[in-house]
């Protein structure tokens, strides 16, 4: 056979051939796929009562030493929370004072003798039995009485009850300046506190909300840090309140 015609028979098979498969294939029109439409998913409407009273149990950290008043955590929750319910009245008391220890705010209490009728008791307390050196058992058995404390003045309702970790001075300026060693002690120390408060928390079924690490970004974001170079800043306080809501908003759904 020629070398031209094996060629032509060649191109005929080959378009034959094709042909076939075009005819046996399923049409390649691409087929839009059908729009999807995303479950309906309602924004929660449980309600709250009309008039909230809201008390914060602490030290420094709960007065906001060296920020403005309404940039201290329980201003700007309060705050946060009547942005949330405008129908709602929110009331404020603040049991804190600086330098407090354990034993400074159970005695506060006792003298001040609020009312037991709280719909939020918000308690963050301990940095300063560890500042000045108390003996970790103090606070072993003054913590679990400041908490049963805060749920009775919460009308005797755990689930009103949030407790907060201690913040961590190490990481400020003013830690920085004991020394690297000192500034371990410091984080190691604290680590007992919290995981000590957190852990009784959990067994008694308490609300406990972890902060710590927010605080230990403030060597390197110094905007965290108040002016005083030790305290949290208005921005810090925020980052509390940004994780507390949501934990807030069930404890005072009815």
Known sequence: ??????????????????????EDSPSETPVSPAPVIPPTTQVPTTPISKSINY???GDSYTIGQSV????????????????LYPETSFSLKVIATTGWTTNNLLTAIKEQNPESNYDLVTLLIGVNNQ????????YEKEFPELVNKAVMLAKGDKKNVIV???PDYAYTPFGKMFGADAQMKITTELNNYNSF?????????????SITDITRQGLNNTSLVASDGLHPSENAYKMFVERMLPKVKIALQD
């Not at 403005?68 to 942005?83: G, N």
Request: aromatic share 10%.
């Open 68 to 83: 403005c008043e309404t940039c201290r955590y329980p201003e700007q929750l309060k705050a946060s929370l009547k942005a």
């Open 1 to 22: 056979m020629k070398p031209q015609f094996k060629q032509i028979v060649t191109v005929i098979l080959s378009v034959f051939l094709l042909s076939c498969n075009t």
């Open 164 to 166: 907060l970790s201690i």
């Open 55 to 57: 008390l914060a149990l």
């Open 131 to 138: 500042y000045q050196g108390r003996d970790f058992s103090v």
């Open 197 to 209: 408060a957190e852990n009784y928390c959990m067994q008694q079924g308490i609300t406990f909300v």
